[in-house]
Each structure stands twice: as structure tokens, then as C-alpha cells.
């Protein structure tokens, strides 16, 4: 699915998706582990923001100045209106770029859905994005492939490299490992944070 088709998925729920999630818990754990391992705490990047919420209210709690980014023009009308303080950019991560470093950089539940083939690219530009002993918190498949799925009555595309092809990228690029889980075991949903060694 091409990040336009997956914007204009996204732009039609966009209202239910806030009603349900924007009080949500769900990840918090795992984002609060991420800002631990931190040892600056200037700068953030939230990629695939939605609408805002629980993620965005952790790193701003944390003294983060944050810019976040999304596709959905939907999802960002309702981000800024629930954090208006917040820079935020509608933007598809495969063709954004910036010349700022970020000491957290979050892509939770919205890099698995660009196409199979830019999985790695992505994976790579994150590393990039990142200062030295940077935290990358991120979520993928566990499988190997791509799929389309229905929610809220929306197709939405999928796809992972899987945890080898992930754990060998961030390796390549700088990056080490520091947790790794299957949060949502049986289903097929890994979380990992990794700090930019270099």
C-alpha cells in the first residue's frame, strides 16, 4: 500500500481512532523504558504521531522538545489540536529528511505499515536521525512478508523484515540492541529499543 492510500485510510478514521486511543495506555511501558535508557532528553521525534495522545503526553512530561510527523492530514488536524504546542509536519518518513538529530526517535505502530521494500531505507534513516547514544524505539512484525488488513472498516498494508533482517540493520548502522519483546505474544508484535553506539 503507498503511503497516499495508506493517508487517505487513516484521514476517514481518524475521529474513532482519537476516541479510542487517545487516553489509551497501550505501549506506555515500553515507550517510559526507552526514555530511561536515554541520557539526553532535548530532542524527539515521533513518527507516525496519529493524533497525538498518551506518546506524545510521555515525551513532552520528559522535557523533550518534539517534532512529530504523520501522513494523515486527518490524524494531524486533531494532534494539533490536542497539543498545540507540538510542531507537527505531514510527512511520509520514505521521502523525509532533516538535518536535525534527535536524542529519542519513537515510530510506533506506523513503519510496518510502508511497503516490504522500504522496511530497511527506513530503518537506516532512523539510525541516521539519531545523536550519538540516541534511543530508536520502533514496532514490527514478527513474519516475514506483506499483507493488507481491514480496521474500522479501512483496508490498511503491512509488512515486516522480521527480527533478524531488523536486529542486522540496526547493528549495520550503529545501532545495539538493548530490548527486545514480544508484546502482544501470541500475536505478531515486536517492539525494540536500540541506542546509536557511534
Known amino acids: 500500500m503507498r503511503p497516499s492510500q495508506l493517508a487517505k485510510s487513516y484521514d476517514k478514521i ?9 487516553g489509551s495506555e497501550y505501549g506506555i511501558p515500553m515507550i517510559d523504558r526507552a526514555i530511561q535508557y536515554c541520557t539526553e532528553k532535548k530532542t524527539a521525534l515521533d ?20 517534532t512529530a510527523i504523520d501522513v494523515s492530514e486527518g490524524m494531524l488536524e486533531l ?8 510542531r507537527f ?4 518518513i520514505i521521502e523525509w529528511g532533516t538535518t536535525e538529530r534527535f536524542d529519542l526517535i519513537v515510530a510506533w505502530d ?24 540516541g534511543i530508536l524505539v520502533y514496532t514490527f512484525g514478527d513474519a ?13 498494508g503491512y509488512s515486516s523484515i522480521g527480527i ?6 540496526l547493528s549495520e548502522n550503529g545501532c545495539q540492541c538493548r530490548h527486545l519483546e514480544l508484546d502482544q505474544y501470541p500475536l505478531n508484535h515486536v517492539s525494540v529499543i536500540a541506542r546509536n553506539s557511534r
Open 14 to 22: 481518524a475521529r474513532q481512532w482519537n476516541t479510542d486511543m487517545i
Open 47 to 66: 513518527v507516525g504521531c496519529g493524533s497525538g495522545g498518551r506518546i506524545i503526553n510521555r515525551i513532552m512530561e520528559n522535557g523533550f522538545e518534539l
Open 79 to 86: 494532534a494539533r489540536e490536542n497539543h498545540p504546542q507540538v
Open 89 to 92: 509536519e505531514q510527512a511520509d
Open 110 to 133: 506506523s513503519i510496518f505499515h510502508l511497503p516490504l521494500e522500504h522496511q530497511e531505507p527506513v530503518v537506516e534513516k532512523l539510525c541516521r536521525f539519531l545523536n550519538p547514544q
Open 144 to 156: 516475514e512478508g506483506a499483507h493488507e488488513d481491514t480496521w474500522l472498516g479501512e483496508k490498511f
Open 164 to 169: 533478524d533482517a531488523n536486529l542486522k540493520i
